[in-house]
């Protein structure tokens, strides 16, 4: 895997993959230290970022995945890319929320539904952590019922559903 970038280690393509192959693996040590030379030989690409804040958010090291997130957003923020954006603000929002940063949280969510209105994970991933903090359950059943509404069936929104209308209860 790693002798076609010693060939040719400035084809952004070949990292790209390298790094898809670790996330697939759940290798994400490796997925960190991969995506941190990445980010140094493409310092303007958010991809990078994203994958490298993802390995951090993964192996539960909250406060190292902000930074590269924070970067990437700021490095995608004219990109046509919406969606890429939208899944690092997200991403900041469990983040924040790990580290019990909830204003920080609530913001990072916000934002990704500005850039992404359609992903129903988004919402239903701000749902849930609005309901486990006790806070703004009306939201919070908002979020989740528009989850449900966007992808019907998904056992994974019904239960966060569920559960936040039982926290109302």
């Given at each position: 895997?790693?002798?076609a970038?010693t060939?040719e280690?400035n084809?952004?393509e070949?990292?790209?993959?390298?790094?898809?192959?670790?996330?697939?693996?759940?290798?994400?040590e490796?997925l960190?230290?991969?995506?941190?030379n990445?980010?140094?030989?493409?310092?303007?690409?958010a991809t990078?970022?994203?994958f490298?804040?993802l390995?951090?958010?993964?192996?539960k090291q909250?406060?190292k995945?902000i930074k590269?997130?924070?970067?990437?957003?700021?490095?995608n923020?004219s990109s046509?890319n919406?969606?890429?954006?939208?899944?690092?603000h997200s991403?900041?929002?469990e983040?924040?929320?790990a580290l019990?940063?909830y204003?920080?949280s609530?913001k990072?969510?916000?934002?990704?539904?500005?850039?992404?209105?359609?992903?129903?994970?988004?919402f239903n991933?701000?749902?849930?952590?609005l309901?486990?903090?006790?806070e703004?359950l009306?939201?919070?059943?908002?979020?989740a019922?528009?989850a449900?509404?966007m992808?019907?069936?998904?056992?994974?929104y019904?239960d966060t559903?569920?559960?936040?209308?039982?926290q109302q209860a």
């Amino acid at each position: 895997m790693l002798q076609a970038v010693t060939l040719e280690s400035n084809n952004f393509e070949v990292w790209h993959q390298i790094m898809l192959i670790n996330f697939e693996l759940r290798n994400f040590e490796e997925l960190a230290k991969q995506s941190k030379n990445v980010t140094e030989l493409f310092p303007n690409n958010a991809t990078p970022y994203y994958f490298n804040g993802l390995a951090y958010a993964q192996l539960k090291q909250h406060d190292k995945a902000i930074k590269p997130l924070k970067r990437g957003t700021m490095i995608n923020a004219s990109s046509a890319n919406t969606d890429l954006t939208a899944q690092m603000h997200s991403l900041l929002g469990e983040c924040y929320n790990a580290l019990k940063k909830y204003k920080e949280s609530d913001k990072s969510y916000e934002k990704a539904i500005e850039f992404n209105g359609n992903d129903p994970t988004i919402f239903n991933n701000y749902g849930y952590f609005l309901s486990l903090r006790g806070e703004n359950l009306e939201k919070a059943a908002s979020m989740a019922k528009k989850a449900n509404q966007m992808s019907p069936g998904n056992a994974s929104y019904q239960d966060t559903y569920g559960w936040v209308l039982y926290q109302q209860a």
